[in-house]
């Protein structure tokens, strides 16, 4: 059974630094993995989805890398703003499952202040 | 084009009540998800529907929830008798039966509180 998890589970930091968010999983057998982004009462957000056969993904200040063989992908955010703050949920879709069945991370919570 | 709508937002019911939740997957999604969160643990998948055809729902919880889709296009959730530890919210997601990267899509969620 896939599993993940998303270290750290919170963070806070101050307006203008480069962060590090971190998702692993146990089985190295998926199709894509996706983040997410989710404000508070919010839905989820799609930020990058990055295929089994992709190294990375990038859109704007965020770049989403993938290391299956070690079972690793890590969202990078640059130069951080208060409008970031927000959580950050990873989320695997593993090869040979039904169509698409996502296995979620409980997310980092991330609070970006000025 | 309109996102995955979800209906209510809010619900809050007693214990032993019945609640109906719904979800309106894009346009042209064959591929409709539920899952649910509860307070302190990760999303969880509960069923997956390809147009009305329940195909996987292994997830749901026991047999006071029911899922259906008829006619393929919306979908409701019915939570009959609501316990306590059924509150939390629901989140319903689509995707494109042909889409080679089966990105899902989230609705905003029914955070439901049973009290």
């Known amino acids: 059974k896939q599993e993940v998890t998303q270290i750290p589970a919170a963070l806070s930091v101050p307006e203008g630094e480069n962060l590090v968010l971190n998702c692993s999983f146990t089985d190295s057998a998926i199709y894509n993995l996706q983040w997410f982004r989710q404000d508070p009462g919010k839905g989820l957000t799609s930020l990058l989805l990055i295929q089994s056969s992709q190294r990375e993904q990038t859109s704007g200040r965020l770049n989403a890398s993938l290391d299956k063989s070690s079972g690793r992908s890590t969202l990078y955010i640059a130069a951080s703003q208060p409008g970031d703050s927000a959580t950050y949920l990873c989320a695997v879709d593993p090869r040979g499952s039904t169509l698409g069945r996502l296995y979620f991370g409980r997310g980092t919570q991330l609070t970006v202040w000025p | 084009e309109a996102g995955v709508t979800q209906f209510p937002s809010h619900s809050v019911i007693e214990k032993g009540q019945t609640v109906t939740l719904r979800c309106d997957p894009i346009s042209g999604h064959d591929n409709l998800y539920w899952y649910r969160r509860v307070m302190g643990k990760e999303i969880k998948f509960l069923l997956h529907?390809?147009?009305?055809?329940?195909?996987?729902e292994s997830g749901m919880p026991n047999n006071r929830f029911l899922a259906e889709r008829t006619g393929g296009t919306y979908s409701t959730l019915k939570v009959q008798p609501a316990e306590l530890e059924d509150s939390g919210v629901y989140f319903c997601?689509?995707?494109?039966?042909?889409?080679?990267?089966?990105?899902?899509?989230f609705g905003p969620g029914t955070r439901l509180t049973v009290t």
């Open positions: 997601a689509s995707s494109h039966e042909r889409g080679t990267l089966r990105e899902q899509y």
């Open positions: 529907f390809v147009k009305e055809s329940k195909q996987d």
